[in-house]
């Protein structure tokens, strides 16, 4: 009886042995994740949008993580329309009709034993029925409501351009030292005299 038990003890003892964890290892050799660029997406209020936030690694054991204005968007804070998925070697923020509030910058981290990296991405959102009272058909510009004006960032004053031919959305009139979408970026005193001119008000 003795050397059955002893055979079971050996047995199960080989079987805890193959379950080590090994496979969590980096295969040798392979390089540090890398992300994609993310696209922007400019879209009306109602309407459904998807990021997508993919690398080429090999390594399967990689963590995903999303922010939005610097914020992580996890279980516990994300809006009720925010679904994240992770798929092998991706992973992808859906946003099921979409309000003026998921307006903002996305940032998607990826997380390994082997480096992280991270990629970015605006999301525009306007209201559908936002429509031109201009009689000339030209494009002009609103100044936001209040709830809104954190749009843009770095003291960047915020506008919604409203044209007849196309849906409504935001643009910033950034500082000199800034440019981007939102202001968010840092640009030198040398360049300013290239940066792209922004629409102004009517007179």
Same mark, same amino acid.
């Given at each position: ?7 079971? @003890? /050996?047995?199960?003892?080989? $079987? ?19 992300? $994609? ?11 459904? =949008?998807? =990021? ?14 999303? *922010?939005? #204005? +610097? ?9 009720? #329309?925010?679904? !994240? ?12 009709? @979409?309000?003026?509030? %998921?307006? +903002? ?8 034993? =082997?480096?992280?990296?991270? @990629?970015?991405? #605006? !999301? ?13 058909? &030209? ?11 954190? *749009?843009?960032?770095? +003291? +960047?004053?915020?506008? !919604?351009?409203? %044209? ?13 030292? *800034?440019?981007? %979408? /939102?202001?968010? #970026?840092?640009?030198? @005193?040398? *360049?300013?005299?290239?940066? &792209?001119?922004? =629409?102004?008000?009517?007179?």
């Amino acid at each position: 009886m003795s050397e059955k038990k002893d055979g079971k @003890a /050996r047995g199960r003892g080989k $079987k805890k042995e193959r379950g080590s964890g090994q496979k969590t290892a980096p295969p040798e050799g392979a390089a540090p994740p890398r992300l $994609k660029e993310m696209e922007n997406k400019n879209s009306t209020a109602g309407s459904r =949008l998807v =990021l997508r936030c993919e690398t080429s690694s090999e390594y399967s054991s990689l963590k995903f993580k999303w *922010f939005k #204005n +610097g914020s992580e968007l996890s279980r516990k804070n994300k809006p009720q #329309n925010v679904k !994240i998925q992770k798929k092998p070697g991706k992973s992808e923020l859906r946003i099921n009709k @979409a309000t003026i509030a %998921d307006s +903002g910058e996305y940032m998607c981290k990826v997380i390994s034993k =082997l480096g992280n990296d991270s @990629a970015y991405a #605006n !999301i525009t959102i306007v209201e559908s029925n936002a429509t031109s009272t201009s009689t000339a058909g &030209t494009s002009h510009l609103v100044k936001c409501a209040e709830k809104d004006k954190t *749009f843009c960032v770095n +003291g +960047g004053e915020c506008f !919604i351009v409203k %044209d007849p031919s196309n849906p409504s959305r935001y643009s910033c009139k950034c500082p000199n030292e *800034f440019t981007g %979408d /939102r202001c968010q #970026n840092y640009v030198m @005193a040398s *360049f300013y005299s290239t940066s &792209t001119p922004f =629409l102004s008000l009517p007179e």
